[in-house]
Structures are given as structure tokens and as C-alpha cells.
């Protein structure tokens, strides 16, 4: 993926780190080496760091955590890479695996595109979730948002035939620019009309049911790759 590395990088974060509380703190500092995966540009054993052979699926930009460990709980049968970049986050996280005792759970603290492209083998992945990105809803900012045809291009190979690619945003113009770069590529295919329902296996956010109380929307969209 040259494209990447010639244009303007695309960043799955904005560096605007949040107060560390001492409980997260204490987490990542005791749990983050038995949960973490330190970033290194080379391909790792995804098997070998889980500990065993089963589906993988990568979040992008997983937050606090919160629907990461719910997701996590809920599907014991498949394995999870959370990819964060805010020590805020991944504390909490870890605080969450710890507490409901999960093993299902992998994290890398790094750019996501970064992982994606050096770490994770082609067709590897039988999914890939990005819940609620930045919007960036100011035009002269689009450019910044994550979901680009270069990067849905680079997440396409990382899927395996069939594999499957969830996003979900609260913005409206977001959602129609998602769907239009999705269709666009030739590697997925949409698993519905335009959106899709929320599948059962995403929870509903605080956010995001406080939101519906206003009459906000959610637009889901569940793509699959082609074989």
C-alpha cells in the first residue's frame, strides 16, 4: 500500500491525550503486559498470541472500552484485537478485561493504519469493527476523516473471503461518505440496500441511547468481503 506512505498519512487518532485516572494507571501498568501487543513493523502470529486458533476480529479505535469487553463477553468463541491509541482507553479497557476475566482480548497502543498494514497478514481477519469515528464535521476538514478509499482498500485485504467490515456513525453526512467509499470498493460487497440494522452483536452505547432519546441518528453499515 505505496499509496499510503506517498500521500498525506491517513491517522486513526488525534494525539489529545485525556487525564490517566490512578485506577487506569494501576491497570495498564499490572496488565498491560499479559493483554498487550507491542507494535513492531513485521507481521505477528495472531494465533500464537492469543494462545489458540480461532477467528480474529480487529476494533478500531475501541474508546474506553466499554463495548469492546461486551462484545468480548458475548462471543467467547472469537478473538479480539483492540487497536488504541490513548492510554485513557486502554486502561480502561484493561480494567474491564480484568474485571469480568476475559482472555479473548489482545490490545496494540499504535496508529491503527500502521498495525494494519505491518502487523496484520492478508486475509486474515474474519472481521473488523470502527465504531464512531471522528467525525470531523467541518468540511474544510473531511479530508482528515479515517474511513478513505486507500484505507478501505488496505482493510478489503486484510479480511478474509467472507470476512466482514462493521462501521457505525452518529453524523449523517459521515455515514453517506462511508457508504459511498464502501460500494466503491470492488473487494466488498454491501450486506444490505444501503445501511444496515444494528447487529445484535454491537451494544448500544450510553452515548449513543441518550442520542436516540433526542432524536439523533445511528447509521450502520456491514460490507463483506468478496471471495
Known sequence: MNDIAVHRPIRS???????????????????MPKFGIAYRPEAIDLNRAFGRR?????????????????IAAAQPEHDFLG??????????LLKELDARGLSNVRIVQHDAVEVLREMIGAGSL??????????????RHHKRRLIQPVLVDLLAQRLAPGGYLHLATDW??????MLEVLRAESKLQNQHADFAPRPAWRPVTKFEARGSKLGHGVWDLLFERRP
Open 13 to 31: 487518532f488525534v494525539l489529545r491525550e485525556g487525564r490517566v485516572s490512578s485506577a487506569q494507571q494501576r491497570a495498564y501498568t499490572n496488565l
Open 83 to 92: 487497536i488504541e491509541v490513548h492510554t485513557p482507553g486502554v486502561g480502561s
Open 126 to 139: 474474519a472481521g473488523i469493527h470502527i465504531y464512531f469515528p471522528d467525525p470531523w464535521p467541518k468540511k
Open 172 to 177: 449523517e453526512d459521515y455515514a453517506l461518505q
Open 54 to 70: 480461532a477467528p480474529k476480529i480487529v476494533e478500531i479505535g475501541f474508546g474506553m472500552g466499554q463495548a469492546t469487553a461486551q
